[in-house]
């Protein structure tokens, strides 16, 4: 019986080598903001923000690089699943930081109470739907209703911290309007891909450009701290 040796296609490489740039860039920014902050909450903020993308993403990315290099398996596809339930878990957390990065940001304004609290109410539902079991987060078949519940509240929670970063505009001269075009490009990106991926594969390369508006927002940091 001939044994079938796997051979690592090109786009996956090229995906590998994308992902792993992109948590080397995440942790060394993660560094950058400790070291650098000086105490000063915001810049310690933003590092717990980077630490806690980077984190959650390697669940998901480190098997994926594996996957490309090595081939896919059952061990792989369970780490995947379970990667990418952590990551959406993390994910949430992240915009309940960027909240708070805006309130140690403009310091002088008041988020409004309600907009706050909705902030607050989607995400804890958000991360107790990704907790849930019958997400089938393991399986090739997910849950498509769950899928839509859970990310039609993650809307709602990124609508509410863009909602804050249009309200603020470029109060400081930071340009910080600028975080809120960087989450509509990455809910714009996320979105097709986690609701219309199983039927159409292809359509998962949105996920560069979304990576990409995460790596914009640690950069608009990174520009504040230096």
Request: charged fraction near 15%; include cysteine.
């Given at each position: 019986?001939?044994?079938?040796?796997?051979?690592?296609?090109?786009?996956?490489?090229?995906?590998?080598?994308?992902?792993?740039?992109?948590?080397?860039?995440?942790?060394?920014?993660?560094?950058?903001?400790?070291?650098?902050?000086?105490?000063?909450?915001?810049?310690?903020?933003?590092?717990?923000?980077?630490?806690?993308?980077?984190?959650?993403?390697?669940?998901?990315?480190?098997?994926?690089?594996?996957?490309?290099?090595?081939?896919?398996?059952?061990?792989?596809?369970?780490?995947?699943?379970?990667?990418?339930?952590?990551?959406?878990?993390?994910?949430?957390?992240?915009?309940?930081?960027?909240?708070?990065?805006?309130?140690?940001?403009?310091?002088?304004?008041?988020?409004?109470?309600?907009?706050?609290?909705?902030?607050?109410?989607?995400?804890?539902?958000?991360?107790?739907?990704?907790?849930?079991?019958?997400?089938?987060?393991?399986?090739?078949?997910?849950n498509l209703k769950?899928?839509?519940?859970?990310?039609?509240?993650?809307?709602?929670?990124?609508?509410?911290?863009?909602?804050?970063?249009?309200?603020?505009?470029?109060?400081?001269?930071?340009?910080?309007?600028?975080?809120?075009?960087?989450?509509?490009?990455?809910?714009?990106?996320?979105?097709?891909?986690?609701?219309?991926?199983?039927?159409?594969?292809?359509?998962?390369?949105?996920?560069?450009?979304?990576?990409?508006?995460?790596v914009w927002i640690?950069?608009?940091g990174l520009q504040?701290?230096?």
């Amino acid at each position: 019986m001939t044994k079938v040796t796997y051979k690592p296609r090109v786009p996956d490489l090229m995906e590998a080598i994308f992902d792993v740039c992109y948590l080397t860039f995440d942790l060394i920014a993660g560094i950058l903001f400790f070291a650098f902050s000086k105490g000063n909450v915001l810049f310690i903020l933003y590092g717990i923000l980077t630490l806690t993308l980077c984190g959650g993403d390697a669940f998901h990315l480190v098997p994926r690089v594996i996957r490309a290099v090595k081939g896919s398996n059952d061990k792989i596809r369970k780490q995947l699943g379970i990667g990418l339930q952590i990551s959406s878990v993390t994910m949430t957390v992240f915009y309940i930081i960027l909240l708070y990065i805006w309130k140690s940001t403009f310091y002088e304004m008041e988020a409004p109470i309600m907009l706050e609290i909705i902030i607050w109410v989607s995400a804890a539902i958000r991360i107790v739907i990704c907790l849930l079991p019958q997400n089938n987060w393991c399986s090739e078949e997910g849950n498509l209703k769950l899928s839509i519940i859970r990310n039609t509240v993650f809307a709602v929670t990124g609508i509410g911290v863009i909602i804050l970063y249009v309200i603020s505009g470029n109060t400081y001269g930071y340009r910080m309007t600028r975080m809120a075009a960087a989450i509509i490009l990455s809910f714009g990106c996320y979105l097709p891909v986690t609701l219309l991926s199983k039927k159409m594969p292809k359509i998962g390369i949105l996920m560069i450009p979304k990576t990409c508006a995460y790596v914009w927002i640690i950069v608009m940091g990174l520009q504040l701290l230096f």
